[in-house]
């Protein structure tokens, strides 16, 4: 099973406005650093959780023979499904047949056998306001314990700095 993104996902799942407010951060002057600190909670998350939270179109490829039943799908929650193909042997594809797959509570019901296969679909959720109120409160905590990390380790360069005498010699 193999997982491409086809279309990434357009916004994050809390704006730097509530990153600020819940920090209590009253300057902008750090956005471009909570940004990359929301993206990188938000992939931490999904990477953890397998839930995408801003919606995105993906590809995932199931290798092999399979069997009637649920395919799980690697991103969830699944809203909709592009398009199936037959990955073929030569490295091509085909469309496969209508109604080989169908949506089934958010997973993947193969109807018949079939072996490898491409699935298109949309994952995660269609807005900010779907996104449960748990799941935004996760990544807020997240990019708080970065800056926490970050501002640790500016405190630790620091004091190393004075013992090593860095700054010369200091008298009280």
Do not use: C, H, W
């Amino acid at each position: 099973m193999s997982l491409e993104i086809l279309e990434p996902p357009v916004g994050e799942p809390v704006s730097l406005t509530e990153v600020r407010t819940y920090l209590r951060i009253g300057t902008q002057g750090e956005d471009d650093l909570l940004a990359l600190f929301v993206t990188a909670a938000r992939e931490m998350f999904e990477t953890r959780t397998g839930r995408a939270l801003v919606s995105r179109r993906v590809r995932q490829n199931f290798l092999g023979p399979l069997q009637p039943g649920f395919l799980l799908p690697a991103a969830s929650p699944v809203s909709l499904i592009y398009g199936v193909r037959q990955l073929l042997a030569d490295g091509s594809s085909r469309a496969a047949d209508p109604g080989l797959i169908t949506l089934m509570d958010g997973k993947f019901k193969l109807q018949r056998d079939a072996s490898d296969l491409s699935v298109d679909y949309q994952a995660g959720f269609a807005s900010v306001a779907q996104i449960p109120q748990a799941y935004r409160l996760a990544i807020l905590e997240e990019v708080g314990q970065a800056l926490i990390r970050r501002d640790a380790e500016a405190v630790v360069a620091a004091s190393q700095a004075l013992k090593s005498g860095a700054f010369g010699q200091v008298r009280l």
